[in-house]
């Protein structure tokens, strides 16, 4: 099972990227899949979850910038991240629960806002 994340990039503060984190391999479905950040010398964060039945959960820090949305049978989540700012500035990473309790993570993929 492998987790590609993609869409990272430079922007300026206020404006938007769209990150997507698709699954590949055998799995059959998953619990959730969400994405986290870690910034320079920072620990890795939780940014936000979306369950196999649509339910979303968000940090605080990007309630009303970010949306979480999937696509089941493309086994892919997005992140569209708008109003970005120089905070967000981290490497991203998706991650899938599978059935069983296990954690897989994509390779990560730099958000980089200038101000």
């Known amino acids: 099972v492998q987790l590609q994340a993609s869409g990272g990039g430079l922007v300026q503060a206020g404006g938007s990227l769209r990150l997507s984190c698709e699954v590949s391999?055998?799995?059959?479905?998953?619990?959730?899949m969400g994405w986290y950040r870690q910034a320079p010398g920072k620990q890795r964060e939780f940014v936000a979850n979306?369950?196999?039945?649509?339910?979303?959960d968000y940090a605080e820090s990007v309630k009303g910038r970010f949306t979480i949305s999937g696509d089941n049978a493309k086994r892919t989540v997005y992140l569209q991240m708008n109003s970005l700012k120089p905070e967000d500035t981290a490497v991203y990473y998706c991650?899938?629960?599978?059935?069983?309790?296990?954690?897989?993570w994509g390779q990560g993929t730099l958000v980089t806002v200038s101000s």
């Open positions: 991650k899938m629960l599978a059935p069983g309790g296990r954690d897989y």
């Open positions: 391999g055998r799995i059959l479905r998953f619990i959730t």
């Open positions: 979306r369950s196999s039945g649509g339910y979303t």
